[in-house]
């Protein structure tokens, strides 16, 4: 339990609490694998490894049943994998050792396998996770690469290699990568939705700066977001003024960062650079235009604008 940093005491008979466990999303079921020839099992496997569900709050488990057909009750079903909230059991099933592995489906609700056409196709699939809505099928195939089955579709996604490498996988909430469309993460817009939203934004800056000031300390602001972010901006002049002070085609004379925090002013200080220093140093006037870029964590920006003016 990481809210009290204990671990709970889930009750379950000896010797199956280490076998292979998963836990529901909701963190109400636990499915794990009973030791095939363990005494405690919850059903009578006939020696062979079986899983089952525990229901945590309630103490008690719950065996999958017999006679689900295909010759599974012949052979180990194991490395059970279970949905967001416990209505989906995954397994994979051993036929004769390390090859003819494939994983099944099990309905806790309607009690009956669930047909998921195009999954097992000479892959030997074992070690399996669903997503939270049990759309997706996550496995581990004989050549000890990640893939992830969609069920609506019926094939499976195409993944990036480093995610490939992933293996004996323990969970995962949306599909790789989400899919387009309303809401990502697959039928029904379930799934984490991309935040494509500005942050709003504020500036504060002078009208006009003591030119011997601010050359020697920057030019002092602040700037607000509404979110956590951070802040960089640039002062400019114009090609005329460049070419006038011997700047070449440079019109960046000054710049600086920030970090924000949401809802807080920031102090913002652009530097000169030293080059920009000694050019303008015996100016009278010089005219500025500072440009403001503020993003947040997923990368979205606001610019803002504020002109302002060098006097001696």
Known sequence: NSATGSFLDVGLPDPNADRQSHLSGDGHYLATTCNGNAMTCPADNGGHAEPFVQDIPGATDTALPFGLGGGLDDNDKEHPCINGDGSLVGFDVNEGGVVGKQIELYDRTGG????????????????????????YIGLITNNN?????????????????????????????????????????????SGTVPD?????????????????????HGLLGRVKSNEDGAASATATISSRSAKHFK???????ASGKA????????????????????????????????????????????????KTTLRR
């Not at 920009?276 to 993003?295: D, F, P, S």
């Open 112 to 135: 009956a396998l669930l047909s998921i056409t195009g999954l097992n196709s000479a892959n030997d699939d074992t070690h399996c996770v669903l997503d939270a809505s049990g759309s």
């Open 145 to 189: 690469e990640f893939k992830v089955f969609d069920r609506a579709a019926g094939a499976f996604l195409t993944l990036p290699d480093d995610i490939k490498a992933i293996f004996n996988p323990v969970s995962f909430v949306a599909p790789f990568p989400p899919p387009a469309g309303p809401g990502g993460g697959g039928p029904g817009g």
């Open 196 to 216: 494509t939203t500005k942050p709003k934004a504020g500036k504060s800056f002078k009208k006009r700066y003591r030119l011997a000031g601010a050359l020697a």
């Open 247 to 253: 700047l070449a085609k440079s019109v960046k004379v």
């Open 259 to 306: 970090k924000l925090r949401a809802g807080r002013s920031a102090k913002l200080r652009l530097k000169f650079t030293r080059k920009a220093r000694r050019r303008l140093a015996h100016a009278r006037q010089v005219a500025l235009t500072i440009t403001i870029t503020v993003k947040d964590a997923a990368g979205n920006a606001t610019r803002l604008k504020v």
